[in-house]
Every structure is written in structure tokens, then in C-alpha cells.
Nanobody
């Protein structure tokens, strides 16, 4: 069974940086579109950044210029570099990916979520 495993969350002071990483456990063929979302208690999960298999990116307005999403296709990993962090960036961050598996010669795409990693930026 394929799972997404996130790492890199933690506590950082305002203005600091963190790098989140996401990798798939299990045998997969490739990642398709992947993204990072975040959620705070009582609010809906929101898209932070996304990247297609071709490298096209999309960012929430609140993180443009501060966050950078990237991917390593041969390693099937996706990362989120977060700079100039603010208290309002505090949230649980989730990796999401469309994963392609090849099963008996057939490519199947399924969507997966990671377990989430806490990012805390105190005010």
C-alpha cells in the first residue's frame, strides 16, 4: 500500500525557514501533480502550493515570494521551502499527490494524503 511520508515540520521563530519534504513509501511508477496544503483548527484545508509533473507551479497569494515548491522526479519526492515565516503560517501541513502505479502493465492514478506535519511560528 502506498503512503506519503512527510518530514521537516517544527517550531521556528518569525523570519526563519523550514523545509518540508514528502516521499512515497511503497512501489510507485511516478508522481503526477503534487501539492502542499495546510489547515488550522476550525478552518478548511487550503492549498499552499502545487506543482505538476512538468514543473508548473501554483502558489497561494499569502505565500508567494516566500515559499518554493520543488520536486525530484527520479526520487519521487516533493519539497516545500518556506522562508520568512510568519505566525499566520502556523498550521498542520499536508502533502497531497496523484500517484501513478503500474499494475500488471496498467497505469493507475490514485490520490493520496500524508499524515500531516506541524509547523509553528510563535507570535
Amino acid at each position: 500500500q502506498v503512503q506519503l511520508v512527510e518530514s521537516g515540520g517544527g517550531l521556528v521563530q518569525p523570519g526563519g525557514s523550514l523545509r518540508l519534504s514528502c516521499a512515497a513509501s511503497g512501489t510507485i511508477f511516478s508522481f503526477d501533480t503534487t501539492g502542499w496544503y495546510r489547515q488550522v483548527p476550525g478552518k478548511q484545508r487550503e492549498l499552499v502550493a502545487a506543482i505538476t509533473s512538468g514543473g508548473n507551479t501554483n502558489y497561494a497569494d499569502s505565500v508567494k515570494g516566500r515559499f518554493t515548491i520543488s520536486r525530484d522526479n527520479p526520487k519521487n519526492t516533493v519539497s516545500l521551502q518556506m522562508n520568512s515565516l510568519k505566525p499566520e503560517d502556523t498550521a498542520v501541513y499536508y502533502c497531497n499527490a496523484d500517484i501513478i502505479q503500474q499494475i500488471v502493465g496498467v497505469k493507475i492514478k490514485t490520490n493520496h494524503w500524508g499524515q500531516g506535519t506541524q509547523v509553528t511560528v510563535p507570535s
